[in-house]
């Protein structure tokens, strides 16, 4: 879907997106890092058909990203959520405008480590005991009598993330609110490290760092009234992972795509976008955002053509 | 320029006047290009306290500066935000008062044998040996106490006594070895400034080596030494990449080094590379914590320069 | 004097406070070069099935980490410390031959001056990343390039190559200078021609040592947008760059083991160069020595 | 040397004249008067009154820290390299004031030239040594008649014209101080400066300078500061003894004691105290 | 001193024997047999024969460099701390190998003191300077008594008695030399051992310390090294002239070259090479 009120870019009078046709140029990716290894797989692969193009792929988060881009900084940012009210009048003061495309989808993943056996299924109420500001919750037994007296080592991404802001407004129930006394990092590996190295530990992340660690983690699955859902592609496409399931965004910058280099690698992210995430170890789209996908870059192709 | 002389003998059999001063402009210039790359350096401290002291001022109109100084919570980017800047000082002093315990002890005993019994040979080949302890790039050393250090350290302590993965106790003993060589190398400098007289004089009278070295070297490098170690100090207190890497970046007033903390340094590379939003108030907290640092390195540096400036009285 | 002739000189025994102490001071010296030994070899170890071509000849990929190599970052690195050289060079041992050969001592904008040396070589590189952010990339508008990297970190290193490169100067005895200016020598002859070619092996010690630092900082390149993936090699000063300390930085916060034995042989590959200049240094050093 | 003429001695503080079997100072190439010479406040040498005679070797001998190392830099103005020095009273190198506001420092230190206690050859080839005081002076052609000529007069040429291209460390310490000497006469001065130029050498080399001073003072104006006695009683004509007093503040200041023809010096000083320090009995 | 009894001189490679007023060394407190000493390969010091007698001053005098502290520092093993240097040959401590296995260098250290050329208190109190050698000796109590006695045997106590809290650097040189001497005397030693210890000192600190040696030796066996001949003259019984000579290979080596009474050295010397260096002619 395109972003609200924006124009497509205008036509070029150059055959931009044939394959045929050598590129060159910078093309300036920054924002989320949930989405950052999407991108940098999306670079990749297009280097194997573009070897002219440099496509660079920052890592500020969701925030850090718009930032720049509605800075008139970079040509693409990254997120892991919607662009929000404040970053669009940013990007509209600086005149900047642009597309949203989903690429991919992420399941947030609530981890332990691996040796712990109580914490199979969490409900939300208990997620967010554990998380709101000022909790005084410093043990597993505070949560759950039955669970046993380990004491609770919280990981998550730092406040600049998309995947902070996610989180934190769906299980807390406010953006940006949460207790603070946790180990933040703006790097979800880092994440990943904490809690497969600390007993107690849980934390939380996009689906790609589980899989990638998934012999040494554990995924707790999530009750949201509905029962105990576990991630994965399946329950992620089909929405019953609730409520952490949520699309990834990349936002092209309409001027950005005058230049064919952009323009180029966006259609090649969008008519690859499957490849691109099952390679990135994502979650693909569902056939129904594939239908709204393919229906923006149509759209696209004809502002471009038109 | 007047002639130079030589040409005409005067009657009484001088070669000639000597000539009057020449203004030698290439002389002047060279100067003039001398004291501006001297001024860089100048520059520099003006750049970094112009760069720092605006959004600090900035920083203290928003947060009153009892908070920031006397607060015991720091979570500047959270909702609601807290400001207290007490952990990251508790952190940054914890793990550099770890490294100390590990770096003087090790540093000075090194640099006693070096000086006072190694023969010339063995310090010729272990003081660029420690010197290359100093050239290891910090990141590396960080990668060696998250994947080395610190699950060694969980293998071997006991259970009562679990480190977090991220902890104070690895990024300090690690830290503690890099800053080894600033103690070694400045230390034994100081000792090996010691008149070698001193040390004839105190064989003279009977003394052993280890009598030489603790009676009369010591004492009279001592205040090299102890500027050696106020270098090694602010070394620690400024290392960043350790500490991001190692120990975590948990803001929290702790005094057990098995805890994951952040320090000073830890909190500015983290919310550095995050690419905050110019101008927010978060933003600003980077700077301020930085003149923080600043004046802390700056206080030990000045302590420092003291030290030396005394030690040099000692023997001119 | 025969009543001395008892045998008074004779050995009082071993001392065992003596050789407990030395052994103690041997052990200090131990314990620091083995955690060097260690932490070599852990790396070695640990990088070793990746210390192959395509560490320098591939560009970084997240997809495949065992195709992933640092050329990018290697050469992002010789880019940086290049043009550190360039810039802190020249700057650093001119401001040298200042504090040595010109500055009145007892001036105090000279010792405020030489204070201002010494505190600036204390003070934190992550200090010295805010002002390259806040002066060079958004002041002066310079961005995150190859350039303000170079600067940000030449203005690191002044400190060091400045106060070895005096060390140097003032090593050249005082009968050279004396000898050229009773010959009717000029102070600037006398410095260009006598006093820096005698004092070369030193500066050149001091600027290795200091573009070794520079090349193993990461840290006020943090904040200069170095954390980026970037696979080309940078081409001008205004170019997108990565290093490798940031490249290692940025492997290691990966979670999969590949990356971290990609960066254990990254961080072999960083100690090479690191080495290599610091050789340099050494030979340098030793070949002139011996000239007084 | 010059012809004998009745002399005139200039001596310090106590101004004794007495006849000598030299020449007398018509035409000194430098004229000392009330020289006085501060380090900072620290009044190094008082009041020395002297003149220095064309084409002969003075000696300056005392005991240590009398000033004799001191009142010689002063005749090139090499004491201007040290911060905080200064003078007072006047030098006239002959009949212009050293210290006019008009003099060329590096003009005079080309003119009067100097030779140093320990040989300080620069670390380059023997033939860059000679040359390097011709070429910053400007010149740039017929250097190597020069380095021949200066090596010839300072008796090396022999030992070194198969190895000019060699560096000038290599050498023994007497062959580096008549290195030292040559590079100073290859900028063709009048005079030449020497402190204490044999203190570092053997005898074997001793003497070799020793010689070669006496040849070069026929064309020469020398002076030498030694601290050896036997040094000044063979070589020089002239000899001023400088020794240092204790004013009533406790300061210890360089004095010129006696300044005579070198014969009489040794053999019958007019001074008390010349005479202990040349029989030993102190210093 | 003791009693004149007929002389036996032992000189270096020449042997000269001759007749001496002073006393045959029956009692010598150290013999060296055949000494040879060297830094490395290099022999700096060969073949020196000598015998050193009780409660006497002898001075070692000789051109620079032919190896007179060289030979002095042997006499208490301090040249075992030079890294490199060893000698050949025997040196006898009254009847004992003083280099023999059994012997322990810091007992011969305690046993013969040293003073230095240059004045080195420690950069402590003056009666921390005095009270060093006693504590490192292991001597807890009575430190006072020893202090107060040191200091009145080097005659320094009128001195300082009123400041001993005082830092010893803020002594003058003499009084600091003298200091450097009671820090010898406090160990209680036999023999007290001298390298040019007025080099660094002024006329009038030079002659308190030489007379302090006066009324030092006759308690205390002390060697003296001095490059002042006069200095040799006015204080010594007997005299040992060392010279440096070159060998077939080039190398220079330390000879001595004769021992004898001092006057006799002075007045009558037997060897041409010390009349030589006596008079002047080299050196
Ligand atoms: N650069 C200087 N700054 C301050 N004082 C100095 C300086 N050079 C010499 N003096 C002092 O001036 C006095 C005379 O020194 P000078 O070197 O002229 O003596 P000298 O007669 O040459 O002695 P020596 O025989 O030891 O060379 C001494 O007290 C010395 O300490
Ligand atoms: N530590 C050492 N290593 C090597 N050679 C040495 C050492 N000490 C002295 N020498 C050499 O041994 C020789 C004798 O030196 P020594 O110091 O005994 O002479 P000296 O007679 O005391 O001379 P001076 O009057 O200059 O003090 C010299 O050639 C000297 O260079
Ligand atoms: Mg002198
Ligand atoms: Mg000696
Ligand atoms: O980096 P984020 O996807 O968490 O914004």
Redesign the interface.
């Known amino acids: 879907a395109c972003g609200g009120g924006n124009q497509t870019p205008a036509r070029q009078g150059e055959d931009s997106g044939q394959p045929a046709r050598e590129l060159a140029g910078d093309v300036k990716v920054d924002g989320s890092s949930t989405v950052a290894p999407l991108a940098t797989a999306a670079a990749e692969l297009f280097a194997e058909q573009q070897a002219k193009v440099r496509v660079t792929v920052g890592t500020s988060g969701t925030g850090g990203g718009f930032e720049k881009f509605c800075n008139g900084e970079t040509d693409i940012s990254n997120a892991s959520r919607q662009i929000e009210a404040e970053e669009v009048a940013a990007c509209k003061a600086k005149g900047v405008s642009y597309a949203e495309f989903t690429v991919a989808n992420d399941a947030l993943t609530v981890v332990v480590h691996k040796d712990n056996t109580w914490a199979t299924c969490l409900t939300v109420d208990q997620l967010k005991k554990m998380w709101s500001p000022g909790s005084k919750v410093t043990s597993w037994d505070q949560i759950d009598a039955k669970f046993p007296d380990e004491p609770l080592k919280l990981f998550g991404p730092g406040t600049d993330s998309g995947t902070f802001d996610y989180f934190t407004d769906v299980i807390v129930g406010e953006e940006g609110r949460s207790r603070t006394d946790y180990s933040p990092s703006e790097d979800d590996n880092v994440v990943v490290q904490g809690v497969a190295g600390t007993k107690g530990g849980l934390g939380y992340f996009g689906y790609t760092y589980f899989e990638e660690n998934a012999d040494k983690l554990k995924a707790v699955q999530i009750d949201s009234g509905g029962g105990c859902v576990g991630p994965s592609a399946q329950t992620a496409q089909d929405g019953t992972y609730k409520p952490l399931s949520r699309p990834l965004f990349i936002y092209p910058k309409a001027a950005s795509l005058k230049r064919p280099e952009v323009l180029a690698f966006v259609e090649y992210f969008v008519a690859n976008h499957k490849r691109i995430a099952e390679d990135a170890k994502f979650i693909p789209l569902n056939p129904e955002q594939e239908g709204l996908l393919q229906g923006a870059l149509t759209k696209l192709k004809a502002a471009a053509g038109g | 320029m007047?002639a130079?002389?030589?040409t005409t003998p005067?009657p009484?059999?001088?070669?000639g006047?000597?000539?009057?001063?020449?203004t030698?402009y290439?002389?002047n210039a060279?100067?003039v290009?001398?004291?501006?790359?001297?001024?860089?350096?100048?520059a520099?401290?003006v750049?970094?306290v112009?760069?720092?002291v605006p959004?600090t001022v900035e920083f203290f109109e928003a947060v009153s500066p009892v908070e920031f100084f006397t607060g015991t919570?720091?979570?500047p980017?959270?909702?609601?935000a807290?400001y207290g800047v007490l952990p990251l000082v508790g952190a940054t002093l914890l793990i550099t008062l770890i490294a100390v315990v590990v770096a003087i002890?090790?540093?000075?005993?090194?640099a006693?044998?070096?000086s006072e019994?190694a023969?010339?040979r063995t310090r010729g080949v272990?003081k660029?040996?420690?010197e290359?302890?100093a050239?290891?790039?910090?990141?590396?050393?960080?990668?060696?106490a998250?994947?080395?250090v610190?699950p060694a350290l969980?293998a071997y302590l006991p259970p009562g006594l679990q480190p977090?993965?991220?902890n104070a106790l690895a990024a300090g003993l690690v830290m503690g070895?890099m800053i080894?060589?600033t103690v070694?190398s400045l230390s034994e400098d100081a000792m090996a400034a010691v008149?070698g007289?001193?040390?004839?004089?105190?064989?003279?009278?009977?003394?052993?080596?280890?009598?030489v070295?603790?009676?009369?070297v010591v004492?009279?490098a001592l205040s090299g030494i102890v500027a050696s170690f106020v270098?090694a100090v602010?070394?620690a207190?400024?290392?960043?990449?350790i500490v991001?890497?190692a120990s975590?970046?948990?803001?929290?007033l702790s005094l057990n080094p098995l805890d994951?903390m952040q320090t000073m340094?830890g909190f500015?590379?983290?919310a550095?590379?995050?690419?905050?939003?110019?101008g927010s108030l978060d933003y600003k907290t980077?700077?301020a914590v930085?003149a923080l640092?600043?004046l802390i390195?700056?206080v030990?540096?000045?302590i420092?320069?003291r030290l030396v400036r005394r030690y040099r009285e000692?023997?001119e | 004097m025969t009543a001395t002739q008892r045998r008074l000189l004779a050995r009082r025994g071993v001392n065992w406070g003596d050789l407990a102490f030395k052994l103690l001071l041997r052990l200090c010296l131990a314990v620091a070069v083995a955690f060097l030994v260690t932490l070599l070899g852990y790396v070695v170890h640990k990088g070793w099935s990746r210390l192959d071509p395509r560490l320098w000849e591939n560009f970084p990929s997240i997809r495949r980490p065992e195709r992933a190599g640092a050329r990018s970052a290697l050469f992002g690195s010789l880019w940086v410390i290049g043009l550190t050289a360039v810039i802190c060079l020249p700057v650093g041992i001119l401001g040298a031959i200042y504090l040595e050969e010109y500055a009145d001592h007892r001036r105090w904008y000279n010792r405020l001056i030489e204070l201002n040396i010494a505190n600036l070589a204390a003070i934190p590189s992550i200090v010295y990343g805010i002002l390259g952010l806040g002066v060079i990339a958004r002041g002066f508008g310079l961005g995150t390039t190859v350039l303000t990297a170079s600067i940000t970190l030449s203005l690191l290193v002044l400190p060091i190559v400045i106060i070895a490169s005096r060390e140097a100067i003032r090593a050249v005895p005082g009968e050279i200078r004396n000898a050229s200016y009773g010959l009717g020598a000029t102070k600037w002859q006398t410095i260009w021609r006598q006093v820096l070619p005698s004092a070369v092996p030193g500066m050149a010690t001091g600027s290795i040592l200091a573009l070794s630092r520079a090349a193993g900082e990461a840290a006020p390149l943090l904040l200069l947008g170095g954390l980026t993936y970037v696979a080309y090699v940078p081409d001008g000063l205004l170019s997108g760059y990565t290093v490798l300390p940031i490249q290692i930085y940025g492997w290691i916060s990966q979670s999969r083991e590949a990356f971290h034995d990609l960066a254990s042989a990254a961080i072999v590959l960083l100690l090479l160069v690191i080495i290599t200049m610091n050789s340099i240094a050494i030979y340098v050093r030793n070949r002139s020595q011996k000239r007084w | 040397m010059n012809p004998a003429v009745s002399a005139h001695l200039t001596t310090g503080s106590e101004k004794h004249m007495a006849p000598s079997q030299l020449p007398d100072l018509f035409d000194p190439v430098f004229t000392l008067e009330d020289l006085s010479v501060f380090y900072g406040a620290y009044e190094a040498v008082r009041g020395v009154d002297m003149r220095i005679a064309p084409r002969e070797i003075t000696a300056l001998i005392g005991p240590s820290g009398c000033g004799k190392s001191t009142v010689l830099r002063c005749l090139n103005r090499m004491n201007d390299l040290i911060l905080d020095a200064r003078i007072a009273g006047k030098i006239l190198y002959y009949t212009e004031d050293l210290y006019g506001d008009e003099v060329d420092p590096i003009e005079v230190r080309r003119r009067i030239g100097m030779v140093f206690q320990k040989p300080n050859p620069f670390p380059k080839s023997i033939y860059d040594n000679i040359a390097y005081g011709p070429r910053v002076n400007g010149r740039r052609k017929g250097l190597d008649d020069v380095v021949e000529e200066a090596l010839q007069r300072a008796a090396l040429w022999d030992e070194v014209k198969d190895k000019l291209k060699q560096n000038a460390l290599a050498l023994s310490g007497g062959q580096q101080q008549r290195l030292c000497i040559a590079r100073a006469i290859a900028v063709k001065p009048d005079v030449i400066l020497m402190d204490e130029p044999c203190s570092a050498l053997d005898p074997i080399a001793t003497t070799k300078i020793e010689d070669l001073m006496q040849v070069l003072s026929r064309d020469y104006t020398i002076v030498i500061v030694t601290h050896n006695m036997q040094q000044a009683a063979r070589v020089s004509e002239r000899t001023a003894f400088f020794t240092a007093e204790v004013d009533e503040r406790g300061e210890r200041h360089g004095r010129l004691v006696e300044f005579d023809a070198t014969a009489r010096i040794f053999s019958n000083p007019a001074d008390k105290r010349t005479e202990g320090y040349i029989t030993g009995r102190f210093g």
């Open positions: 007047s130079t002389g030589g005067s009484t059999g001088s070669p006047p000597l000539g009057r001063a020449r030698r290439g002389e060279v100067r290009v001398l004291v501006a790359a001297a001024l860089v350096s100048v520099t401290t750049g970094i112009v760069s720092l959004p919570e720091w979570a980017l959270f909702e609601p807290a002890p090790l540093g000075l005993g090194a006693l044998y070096l019994y023969h010339a272990f660029p040996v420690l290359v302890l050239g290891v790039p910090t990141v590396v050393y960080g990668f060696f998250l994947r080395f610190t969980q977090d993965i991220f070895v080894v060589p070694a008149p007289g001193l040390r004839d004089g105190a064989y003279a009278l009977g003394s052993s080596t280890r009598l070295a603790v009676r009369v004492p009279a270098l602010s070394r207190i400024g290392e960043t990449m991001a890497i975590g970046n948990k803001p929290a994951a340094t500015i590379a983290q550095g590379s995050g690419d905050l939003p110019t980077i700077f930085g640092l600043f390195t700056l030990m540096n000045v420092s320069a000692v023997y």
